[in-house]
């Protein structure tokens, strides 16, 4: 497997509390990618880096920021959690239009 | 919008048989073409991946089809064998985006 490593794996928690989500690779690739996966909506990119400090919105990003300030982390704030927001998240790896490499996800509930 | 299409949701072949997912893409800016498989609980990973300037990419028993002028891609899965039931994604990329359909899920019955 491609050093990319999520954390939590499982996570459960209430609506209206903070959430982040994080993502670590260890391959020094330049891009790094947040998406979230559910049923009949396959993969929708939340937000995106191409490098430390420089991040951008995807097709789904309200109520999600990141942050990137080291090229190997990239988190993923829910700031007030919701029940649309359940779902399983995958961080993802790239260099430049290549192949990307997937962390494992991981699987968030909103109750 | 969505910005690949990716027909059909759910795909049931027989073993030995041709399974065939087709996408269609709106952006002319990608340039990069990719499937991923992905098994229950775990992340997606590189199947195949084609570039623009050539219309066809095999490797072994899985071949991507490719239309520049249509902007469509198709995935042939030849004798398609029970280990291949998992999801199919086909993804679009360029220089600092990378969208994917919506997914196929692909049963191979014994």
């Known amino acids: 497997d491609a050093g990319i490593t999520q954390s939590p794996r499982h996570k459960v928690t209430e609506t209206g509390t903070p959430v982040t989500l994080r993502c670590h690779q260890t391959?020094?690739?330049?891009?790094m990618y947040w998406y979230r996966q559910d049923p009949g909506h396959g993969l929708r990119l939340i937000h995106y880096s191409y490098g430390v400090k420089d991040t951008d919105k995807g097709e789904v990003s309200d109520g999600y920021s990141v942050s990137r300030s080291k090229t190997e982390d990239f988190l993923l704030t829910l700031e007030s959690a919701t029940s649309s927001q359940t779902s399983v998240y995958f961080c993802?790896?790239?260099?430049?239009?290549?192949?990307?490499?997937f962390g494992q996800g991981t699987r968030l509930t909103v109750v | 919008q969505q910005q690949v299409k990716q027909s059909p949701q759910s795909l049931i072949v027989q073993k030995g048989g041709i399974s065939i997912i087709n996408c269609a893409y709106e952006n002319t800016a990608f340039d990069y073409f990719p499937w991923y498989q992905q098994f229950p609980g775990k992340g997606p990973a590189l199947l195949i991946a084609i570039r623009p300037d050539v219309s066809e990419k095999k490797e072994g028993r899985f071949t991507i089809s490719f239309n520049k002028s249509a902007k469509q891609f198709s995935l042939h899965i030849m004798d398609s064998q029970p280990g291949d039931s998992a999801t199919y994604f086909c993804?679009?990329?360029?220089?600092?985006?990378?969208?994917f359909g919506a997914g196929t899920r692909l049963t191979v019955k014994p």
């Open positions: 391959e020094n690739h330049r891009y």
């Open positions: 993802a790896i790239s260099s430049m239009n290549t192949e990307a490499f």
């Open positions: 993804a679009a990329e360029s220089v600092n985006d990378m969208r």
